[in-house]
């Protein structure tokens, strides 16, 4: 941050993520009263048309088309890194060794190895006061937040069964062209990493607990897909020829957890009706709760030390002021939408930054992340074997 | 407008809906691609520091404390009407005699003839090129400009029934305090004008059909209240004196439409449980539809025609891009949230604007909900007899 | 009762009603333990062929084609009376004078008039141990049950709102014949008597409030319809000759309650897509309640008392052996069906006698209900002008 | 059958299981029109006074002790095994020897050899024309067979994930007993034989596949509990003396089917809040579907070949005359319960008898799901290695 109580950022990537982190960075202190004012300095693409057109419609004051340039500049502050997985490791450590605070969108990166590294560069600049973030945003949605605070506060007991999916439907047509999230060298995985790495984060972060050991299984249904004519994010028009899919189209896998607690868990992009169906139930000894990413402003939850007659899962509306986040919004019953959870991702990273804090998730947190990932794929090359994380 | 491409908007008033508004002025050249950028100029309140925090906070360039000066400056396009409602007519009339567009909050006004006097200032700018546009923001949530479409395309066939309902709970308890909104000189009425205006509009949108015709009662069933010590939109603290409440706490009525549909409304700030309790279903020969404020991503569709065994209600999440307003935000399943609603609203006044087209709702239909309104209020007084709008 | 601890019962009627019934009466004592056993003694209709047919389907010892035979037999201990509307009051007049317990089906009766004569006539009976009821199953739903409970145990406070719905769709399609639920001669009214009076008993029962006023407007939407070749129940094939529909497809209207609620009610058989739609929503000073019909194992509670930020509508499952009737069936979980209203009626219906108690609905009570049907089509008739019940 | 046309039946066991066949048995010739009559001729229990009490109550007309009797009389038809699982395959084998037609409530056995020796008994009794059943009543829940219509016709495509889940939580409490369900010798296993028997029975029925292979882990997260003071079916009051609980109280496995689909399956008695959660989700090709047992006059169909912006999950209540079993029941709207998915699974017994067809869920049928409940219980035992069924 300089003197005048700016955060200056430079984002790197504009596509979807890009444009939701742009909301983000626009709206968080309008609504949130901060100690640091985030401003949009820079924008960086490799296109210099797209990212200047892409600058002018997000509201950045300048654009480039190196992230190094980025990383050099000093008049940048943070680095926010929304590009494919591939690209995450050597943006990431540059810009710490720069002295940049980083935020990383998920998955922290395409390979065990590559996060490990970021790990011990986000370690080494911590020394310096330099903060690093993955983007697990929807850690942020108020009910998610929220659950989490009834789970610590010993509300569901303790928890015997984790149960969570997250399923889409956008390439259940065979002739969807192969955009870069199917391709194994830009995404690192498929479902797996892109929605898979969600609830696994979600679901540590709400029971504190970390999954220990998995047996998955991973399914391609469709391994030939038209090359695409062009791509943009998560649509593309197909072209005649064909290239192999090198990514799971779905994974599945059951596993333990540290605190005793026993999970299924579930990644698809071909379950057929569902869009964004982020599902997440546990159960504990005490009580029990749902969320579901479609209908973000609720929460179920079931208390089960009342009178036996009344129970039953109670549709929280996580909308009233006391709710996480919710009080900066608008009153009770108006809810908030899917660009918010990075509101309050950017609210609290940049009230980390402010206050000398390290913010959550770490990148030591992601790289656990990316260790279930990879003990899944293991287990699944391997036969479906217990595999320990 | 200015030569520059930009619409220069001067807003009144920065409580509740003055945020709101905020929040979709800074957005909707991010998200739309329209001919015009909107540009937040000026924001004026009584109070000089309040008024000034509330610029910085909201993203405004000055403030002012007297809506006059907005109304006479060269440099504002635009003014936005987010007073309450005993103000709207006087600065609504002063604006567009200057030349301004004007967007107004609903409801228009709180008597029929002040609305009636806005309409004819309206009627008369017009000639000059000069837009109206009142605030009924709801019309452009994507499920209910959706319904409109499913209605109009005739997917219902003739609507039989409409059975609306709007219901709160803010002032459930006694000792909430007699907010302005509690006050007949400045609110006009309760529930009835601030939360049953909209079912009025919303259910005449999407049926195209109008209010004839109604019976009516309402009801206060808390007759004295504390005085406020401080009042702040929705929320407040009470003093120890108290006053007496003039409004209505609910407002129940039965209708009849032009089209022939019988309806009932139910507008209430004692429904316990219910936050912003919005609920509009339609029945018709072909076919019926249910939408929910509180689950605004989706829309209950039944359809009629199919196959028997098959029929029922489709729960369609109205998050894909051929839904109204969709396509220029996130991919399928990623939800909006209420204030999206204003950014749509924003969008299509700044467009019609730019193309020199007639905003919805004009004056006149916002005139045409008061004029309902005015008949509920008649029919109540007189023993709930049939009172033609 | 004879001497062996029978009940002996002979039903009038075996169409719908009848069927539903038989269902109850062969299953009451298989469930519950009771002082004593019915017994399906005698099945009565004007056919001689069919109801002969209905006997051995429905499990009766014999069939009968005049009820007044059944009335003068011996070996009757109870008139069940299943029959259209307009031969209530005459039968139950004539078993009520014959000493026979009376169990009449809902509606009480065609008119007012009616009505307060079966009144007398069971008062006069009562002095001498004879027992009646109306058939009022709905409150013998588990869950309008416990729902009368929480409102009795004071759980939802001072009821403010009832806003009470009964829609029903299958006579929607303009070529559905004109069964004998369309001829005023026969069925007394249409929507308003045959489903609107359930949910008056129903909302009187569990708030424990009388309506005693109301401003009403009924609709008959298709006025010609053609005649039918043959009728049985709820359905029909039509022919090629018409005639004219002469009761109400549809009846709305707003009341007071003698407690200070007020109400919206709606019955309708124009409902596109609302199969059996009887849905209640209850709001009170300390908390609110939903019952659903097409959900009828489950109720929703908002209790309005507990930490702000855990409120919601918990949908119970009325599933437990601590609700209404439920210790008899099945473990948690493990629902009921429409039918096992009808089988709680029965219990109730069968302790009353046996313990010599007044069972309820009461004839009185019954007549209430007659009374505020007659207020609507009274409101309707004059305008829909304020009519005391 | 005897030459009078009925069907005389001889149950063994009447607890919880003998009171649901019992209602079915009771009620089955009332609502079909069936060939044969079924009559309720023998219970037979081991405690003579508490089997007559039975028989007096649940309406059989007479009690035996030994169901060797049975087998050996002259006047049983059928054979309808209620037990235990540990004594079906000796009951069921001699019963077919004596040329009795056998229903056996499931799981088949508590053993893969047991079920092996039941499929063979079954195939040579076939031959004299004695058919045999296994009771896997929830194929019968009208809305399951309507989804195998569904899924049959071709509605859903290409299966390619099915996800199912049946959730208990009546062992939660620690303090609950070690009643027969929690023995080994007793039950054969805990959750998974219990309840995850029948989700893997549904599945591959409505899916028309075969589970092929496994990975699973089972827990048993309460390893010793009071022992029973007495037992009775689901509840019982525990005493000061402790057992070790020998069953699993979760099962959890991933799976592939015949078809290419893969899986996730969970069973579970510790999943708070849920009382009978039995919930199945198919994701076709075109189209996907949804059933949960907590609603079970529901079914939820996505067709995803109609138009996008329509598109959703439709909730069918599946209570229409061409739904499969609904015409004999009651008009639309006016739902089932569980105890009807019994007499669906004793009308199509009866039918199957009087008409010389073989009944299905068959005993070969039942002896698949023993074998991947094998696999499953060999997976798990085995560190949760892929294990062919």
């Not at 700016?6 to 596509?15: C, H, I, T």
């Not at 979807?16 to 693409?45: E, I, K, Y």
């Not at 192969?178 to 969600?198: E, N």
């Not at 333990?256 to 964004?276: D, Q």
């Amino acid at each position: 941050m300089d003197a005048s109580g700016e955060l200056r950022v430079g984002m790197v990537g504009y596509a979807f993520m890009g444009a939701a982190h742009s909301q983000a960075w626009r709206t968080v202190n309008r609504v949130f009263d901060l100690p640091l004012r985030a401003r949009l300095t820079a924008v960086c693409g490799r296109d210099e048309s797209n990212v200047r057109a892409a600058a002018s419609r997000l509201g950045w004051e300048r654009a480039v088309t190196d992230w190094r340039e980025l990383v050099a500049s000093d008049d940048i502050d943070v680095i926010d890194i929304c590009t494919p997985g591939d690209s995450h490791c050597e943006i990431a450590i540059a810009a710490l060794a720069a002295g940049k605070h980083v935020i990383c969108e998920k998955p922290l990166a395409n390979t065990v190895e590559e996060a490990r590294s970021m790990v011990a560069a986000a370690e080494a600049a911590r020394a310096g006061g330099v903060r690093s973030m993955c983007g697990y945003n929807y850690r942020r949605v108020p009910a998610v937040s929220y659950l989490r605070q009834l789970v610590a506060g010993g509300r569901l007991g303790t928890i015997r069964h984790v149960r969570a999916v997250y399923l889409q439907d956008w390439i259940v047509d065979p002739e969807f062209p192969l955009v870069w999230r199917l391709q194994k060298d830009k995404a690192g995985s498929g479902a797996l990493g892109d929605i898979g790495a969600h609830i696994v984060d979600l679901t540590q972060y709400v029971t504190g607990q970390a999954v220990t050991g998995v047996s998955a299984l991973t399914e391609t249904f469709i391994k030939e897909r038209p090359l695409p004519s062009a791509s943009s994010g998560l649509s593309a028009s197909g072209g005649a020829e064909t290239g192999t899919v090198t990514v799971d189209d779905a994974a599945l896998f059951i596993a333990r957890l540290s605190g005793g607690a026993v999970a299924t868990y579930e990644a698809s992009r071909f379950a057929t009706g569902r869009k964004n169906g982020l599902r997440v139930e546990l159960n504990g000894s005490k009580g029990s709760a749902v969320f579901d990413l479609e209908r973000l402003n609720e929460l179920e939850f079931y208390d089960g030390t009342g009178p036996g007659a009344e129970q039953g899962f109670t549709r929280i509306l996580v909308t009233e002021p006391d709710h996480p986040y919710v009080a900066a919004w608008w009153p009770p019953g108006h809810g908030l939408g899917y660009e918010h959870s990075f509101t309050h991702q950017m609210r609290d990273f940049v009230e980390a930054v402010a206050t000398g804090k390290d913010p959550e998730p770490s990148f030591a947190d992601a790289f656990q992340v990316q260790r279930v990932l990879d003990a899944v794929e293991r287990s699944s090359a391997s036969g479906s074997g217990w595999t320990d994380v």
